[in-house]
């Protein structure tokens, strides 16, 4: 069993940069491949980052490529996602996730393939 607790969700004005953090307990997360999720109010939870055990492949959703960097220290058991220019349709809670499946340099997607999941942080910005 993986335990996450996500953390540095705020209040951040449009253009703005928030560091989330995620620690994990329980189990040494260079076994997992990780990924960052947000949900709107409203809408559905969605893909926003993933990286791979290795920390080596990375994906992103769309709307983020270019502003948001997802980076894992296996090390501090850690994983983090850097947002900069932030925009009012980045407001969301943020989850983390772990997945047991797939290769060293496998980047999960879909949130089926991930086990453990964080309670979240809110991340809100404001024009």
């Known amino acids: 069993q993986v335990q996450l607790v996500e953390s540095g969700g705020g209040l951040v004005q449009a253009g703005g940069s928030l560091r989330l953090s995620c620690a994990a307990s329980?189990?040494?997360?260079?076994?997992?491949?990780m990924g960052w999720f947000r949900q709107a109010p409203g809408k559905e939870r969605e893909f926003v980052a993933g990286i791979s055990r290795t920390g080596g492949n990375t994906n992103y959703v769309d709307s983020v490529k270019g502003r948001f960097t997802i980076s894992r220290d296996n090390a501090k058991n850690a994983v983090y996602i850097q947002m900069n220019s932030l925009k009012r349709e980045d407001t969301a809670v943020y989850y983390c996730?772990?997945?047991?499946?797939?290769?060293?340099?496998?980047?999960?997607?879909?949130?089926?393939?991930?086990?453990?999941w964080g309670q979240g942080t809110q991340v809100t910005v404001s024009s």
């Open positions: 996730a772990a997945s047991p499946y797939g290769s060293p340099w496998y980047v999960a997607l879909a949130s089926d393939t991930y086990r453990y």
């Open positions: 329980g189990r040494t997360l260079s076994n997992y491949a």
